[in-house]
């Protein structure tokens, strides 16, 4: 639907958005800090898959990634999180991003947003 509509959207998991950015702060991917957080930010359409899988590994990441997904949320543009974990389950999301900004993510993905709970078996294991 959105590519018949001329819109191509961009496909990453949260740890590869967190590595990039990471890579930036060295100069070690041609790309600024700053290019790479606008890019997240301005996309039409952000998939980002894994949520909560980098999770706050660093005390850097939380801080982003609210930024990209507040940011997303008051300019109207759409994101898709897919996340093996329940989005809904606020201590679980302070548990991956800390408590400050954990809760503000769980706000934001619990305010406006749909939440749709795929569950089934895992095809992956699945010979």
């Known amino acids: 639907m959105l590519i018949g509509a001329g ?9 590869d958005m967190a590595s990039q950015i990471q890579a930036s702060f060295d100069d070690k991917t041609g790309e600024s800090e700053y290019a790479l957080m606008g ?4 996309i ?4 980002i898959q894994d949520f909560g899988k980098q999770g706050g590994r660093s005390d850097w990441w939380p801080q982003k990634i609210y930024d990209i997904i507040d940011h997303r949320l008051i300019k109207g543009r759409a994101t ?3 996340s093996n974990y329940d989005l809904t389950n606020k201590r ?3 548990s991956r991003f800390g408590e400050n900004h954990g809760a503000a993510i769980y706000s934001r993905l619990n ?6 709970d795929l569950a089934g078996p895992d095809r992956r294991l699945a010979g």
């Open 7 to 15: 819109v191509q959207p961009l496909v990453i998991r949260e740890i």
């Open 44 to 47: 039409p359409v952000l998939i």
């Open 80 to 82: 898709v999180i897919t």
């Open 39 to 42: 890019k997240f930010k301005e």
């Open 92 to 94: 679980l999301i302070t």
């Open 111 to 116: 305010g406006k947003s749909e939440i749709w």
